[in-house]
């Protein structure tokens, strides 16, 4: 598969992301997840709300998904979620939403967790930019940067069993990407199974999903191997851009 070099993208310009909480941050809060549609007609979207916990240098998560209809002008709560910040991990919560398979609006928040004398670090809520404005001013930068993060967006057990391969070589050979990689599994008739490798909205790698171990496994290093060249064809573009 030939890639195309990389090209920006504007997020939150006509739908946008956002993530609010409830109340005070002690010990426990209640996350809503918002879409706030800017434009004059109805657009229909799906969604991804997910809650990664970082502890040990290890990341956790849970997600909800869903679609929903936007009429103009329309800011819809689509998913909410009660954290607990009882622990020393950092929790990041992250809201991706999606139009036609590509992600039009993004938001991310990170929640740091109670430090050694059991106080919450000064309630410190952290996000990489405000994403009213500068997302859409500057489309050269994304401003939501999770590094090494993959998704899983699977259904069955051999699904489930290409992810933990290809998780596990992910980190073994620390590509450590800045774009999140969605391992994503669509049912088809008669049994089929279609599995995709998206960097962001791009898919690096596509194909019919066979439950035989090996092929799980050959096919788990194959799409390694796109996803570093994808990763590394992006970094010599940018510094091609910046040569120029």
Do not use: W
Request: glycine share 4%; with cysteine; hydrophobic share 35%.
């Amino acid at each position: 598969m030939v890639l195309s070099p990389v090209s920006s993208q504007i997020y939150n310009a006509e739908i946008e992301a956002n993530i609010t909480f409830e109340g005070e941050v002690e010990t426990a809060t209640t996350i809503s997840c918002e879409a706030f549609n800017k434009t004059e007609i109805n657009r229909t979207i799906s969604y991804r709300f997910s809650t990664i916990k970082k502890a040990n240098g290890n990341l956790a998560t849970t997600e909800q998904s869903g679609r929903a209809v936007l009429v103009a002008n329309e800011k819809k709560v689509l998913s909410q979620s009660t954290i607990n910040f009882s622990t020393k991990d950092t929790t990041i919560v992250m809201l991706l939403i999606y139009e036609d398979e590509k992600i039009v609006g993004k938001s991310r928040k990170v929640f740091h967790g109670l430090n050694d004398k059991g106080d919450l670090n000064d309630r410190e809520i952290l996000t990489d930019r405000d994403n009213q404005d500068l997302d859409i001013q500057d489309s050269k930068k994304d401003g939501i940067e999770l590094r090494g993060m993959v998704i899983e967006d699977t259904k069955t057990k051999p699904g489930r069993d290409f992810y933990q391969y290809f998780y596990s070589q992910y980190l073994n050979k620390n590509i450590n990407g800045n774009e999140i990689v969605t391992i994503k599994e669509e049912l088809g008739m008669a049994n089929t199974t279609r599995m995709k490798v998206l960097v962001g909205d791009k898919a690096v790698a596509e194909f019919f999903l066979n439950p035989r171990n090996d092929f799980i496994r050959q096919m788990a290093e194959a799409s390694i191997v796109r996803v570093q060249r994808y990763f590394l064809m992006k970094e010599k573009t940018k510094q091609q851009t910046l040569r120029y």
